[in-house]
T-cell receptor
Framework: DADVTQTPRNRITKTGKRIMLECSQT?????MYWYRQDPGLGLRLIYY???????NKGEISDGYSVSRQAQAKFSLSLESAIPNQTALYFC?????????????FGEGSRLTVL | AQSVTQLGSHVSVSEGALVLLRCNYS??????LFWYVQYPNQGLQLLLK??????LVKGINGFEAEFKKSETSFHLTKPSAHMSDAAEYFC???????????FGTGTQLKVEL
């Protein structure tokens, strides 16, 4: 089983629908991140969390919210999906500050908003 | 200004040829630089990282990168490409007071027979 698991792996939805992408990890890491990947734009940080009580906005948090339900779980929500949120979303974890640690990525959740 | 800039969104090499993927960083970022690789339908994984210990950094699968402060560059190289190296490669820099990685736009490497 993967250390960082994302569900669903693929989702097609309609404009205005609420969507939740879930991430769970078995690595025991405190730090969790949500990125989105768009062709030609690389990965951009949406939200990150250093522990259950710590949530921080990334560079593109508008239109998204997150919940850190437990050390192992970090969910990303789109309250009212719009077509330009069509993207590949990645959850990642790290066990240490990134100058000493590294990011461990899930396999991604592909979201299409029609 | 971009923290890291990757030159060339697509690079094509022949099997056995030198691989050179270019990354330039902003002089305003701290000197912590990374290369990640994304194989088809997978998440990213760390290839190597520079953390000021040595300017030439060796990573997995025969890749290495050299930190050149005078050129603000951190190019990724591999002496001999293999078909299995076909993937997308991302350069990244530590930003946000050391709490975040900012990624470049990626370079898709194609390896041809």
């Amino acid at each position: 089983d993967a250390d960082v698991t994302q569900t669903p792996r693929n989702r097609i939805t309609k404009t205005g629908k609420r969507i939740m992408l879930e991430c769970s990890q078995t690595k025991g890491h405190d730090r969790m991140y949500w990125y989105r990947q768009d062709p030609g734009l690389g990965l951009r940080l949406i939200y990150y969390s250093f522990d259950v009580k710590d949530i921080n906005k990334g560079e593109i948090s508008d239109g998204y919210s997150v919940s850190r339900q437990a050390q192992a779980k970090f969910s990303l929500s789109l309250e009212s999906a719009i077509p330009n949120q069509t993207a590949l979303y990645f959850c990642a974890t790290s066990d240490a500050p990134l100058n000493t640690g590294e990011l461990f990525f899930g396999e991604g959740s592909r979201l299409t908003v029609l | 200004a971009q923290s890291v800039t990757q030159l060339g969104s697509h690079v094509s090499v022949s099997e056995g040829a030198l691989v050179l993927l270019r990354c330039n960083y902003s002089s305003s970022v701290p000197p912590y630089l990374f290369w990640y690789v994304q194989y088809p339908n997978q998440g990213l994984q760390l290839l190597l990282k520079y953390t000021s210990a040595a300017t030439l950094v060796k990573g997995i699968n025969g890749f290495e990168a050299e930190f050149k402060k005078s050129e603000t560059s951190f190019h990724l190289t591999k002496p001999s490409a293999h078909m299995s190296d076909a993937a997308e490669y991302f350069c990244a820099a530590l930003t946000g007071g050391g709490n975040k990685l900012t990624f470049g736009t990626g370079t898709q490497l194609k390896v041809e027979l």
